[in-house]
């Protein structure tokens, strides 16, 4: 979080309700996403933890603008990003005499004129690894983004997520990203949520007073925790959102706390010590033993709740679907294999936005390379060894297929390119609008 920024303390109309009612479509649709948004495995973001920690000890300690380390951070959560399918693309600025960065990804689908946006700052202060400030808000809205992707959601709106560089010298990336922006493409941001430092050790549970509807989101979802909540102050203006903000763009978000003491009152009601929120404060030991795991799981958790509440309801690509759902034995480190649909009755070529939908079970996708093969024998890249360690690819790729003929033999190729490891072609469809 940036220090620089003057707070300023924002009243909330009372009229979250029926604003969160006009935000999501209904009050209905709002509660059927929320139901559906997925629980936010723990070991995943912590694991995301660690990699950041180990990118600021190879590269000085940290992960600040300018340094080895932020670019190496960029790198890492880009790397993941594009193995699941997102389109990303890396924003470049100067700040300070040093090239910093943005990586923006967007995920295929949704209405381009509706956008809801998601973010944190992923650089750390010089002096430290940065894990709460800002690992924890990155790590969050990182597998947000790849569960998007594991479980296919195709929401009304488009999704589209940031991590931005510079914060701490004055939310330089963000006020950066915001300024490129066209002032139509502007008027497309329903909203913009923040997550910076969300694992405080010492946790309090802070939910943004900007926008509304935002607002009565992340409340809802911690009051069927059981978990009080309280406006953030602390923070107020002093990240990523007040660049969305200062735009009219609405803003909403979460927080942990920072280095202000919890009070009496907050330790009656959060547990913890009358201390400050984050000891380690822009400070050294801002590592990953400065994480409190409860907070973290929460907060990861509300993260998917609010992407899914305020981006409508998962709609399945809806149309003519051809599917194979014979199981097809991948070797181990051997030749490719192929499953088939074979697409009658659809007249003319195929759509630009071809729905690919992909189950294959494997045990390490990252031996994995994965193609449709077009009746006439042109291939479209699916997955190229992607994704390191994790398991299985669960994904509907969207694929420009227009120059091909519609109707035909069209084959999900898959080749395992490593020993040790196994799995099997589970299902393989096509829908055509």
């Not at 946006?117 to 709460?132: E, K, Q, T, Y």
Request: aromatic letters at 8%; a negative charge; proline letters at 4%.
């Amino acid at each position: 979080m940036n220090i620089s920024v003057p707070r300023r303390v924002t009243a909330v109309a009372a009229l979250a309700a029926l604003a969160l009612a006009g935000l999501t479509g209904t009050a209905g649709a709002e509660s059927q996403a929320a139901a559906a948004a997925p629980d936010i495995p723990l070991a995943n973001v912590k694991q995301h933890l660690t990699d950041l920690q180990s990118i600021a000890t190879a590269n000085g300690g940290n992960r600040a603008h300018g340094r080895t380390g932020y670019k190496a951070s960029i790198d890492f959560v880009k790397a993941k990003l594009d193995a699941a399918g997102y389109t990303t693309t890396i924003q470049q600025f100067t700040s300070s005499g040093a090239t910093g960065y943005n990586l923006i990804a967007d995920w295929p689908g949704g209405d381009p004129n509706q956008v809801l946006m998601a973010g944190a700052h992923l650089d750390s202060v010089s002096s430290g690894a940065g894990i709460n400030d800002n690992g924890s808000g990155s790590a969050a809205v990182l597998e947000t983004a790849l569960a998007v992707a594991r479980s296919g959601y195709q929401p009304s709106k488009h999704l589209r997520f940031g991590w931005w560089g510079a914060e701490e010298l004055g939310l330089v990336g963000s006020k950066y990203y915001v300024s490129q922006l066209p002032t139509a493409e502007r008027a497309k941001v329903s909203g913009y949520l923040n997550f910076d430092m969300i694992g405080s050790p010492n946790p309090g549970y802070f939910v943004y007073d900007d926008d509304p509807a935002i607002e009565q989101t992340f409340k809802s979802y911690f009051a069927g925790l059981g978990v009080p909540t309280e406006i953030e102050t602390e923070g107020d203006g002093r990240s990523d959102h007040a660049s969305f903000k200062n735009v009219g763009i609405p803003v909403g978000g979460l927080f942990t706390g920072a280095s202000r003491v919890k009070t009496s009152a907050q330790v009656s009601k959060w547990g913890g010590t009358a201390t400050a929120f984050d000891r380690c404060y822009h400070s050294s030991c801002d590592n990953t033993s400065n994480i409190n795991d409860t907070a973290l799981d929460r907060n990861s958790d509300a993260v998917a709740h609010a992407i899914w509440a305020l981006s409508g309801t998962s709609t399945p690509p809806t149309g003519t679907v051809f599917e194979n759902t014979a199981d097809v034995s991948v070797p181990d480190n051997g030749a490719a294999v192929t499953s088939t649909v074979n697409v009658t009755g659809v007249a003319g070529n195929a759509p630009s936005t071809l729905a690919v939908g992909v189950n294959i079970v494997h045990t390490y996708r990252g031996d994995l390379v994965v193609d449709l093969v077009a009746p006439d024998g042109s291939v479209y890249s699916l997955s190229n060894r992607s994704g390191g360690s994790a398991d299985n690819i669960v994904q509907t790729f969207t694929v420009n297929a227009s120059s091909e003929v519609a109707n035909g033999a069209w084959k999900l190729r898959v080749q395992d390119k490593a020993s040790a490891d196994t799995g099997y072609i589970n299902s393989f469809k096509l829908t055509f609008p």
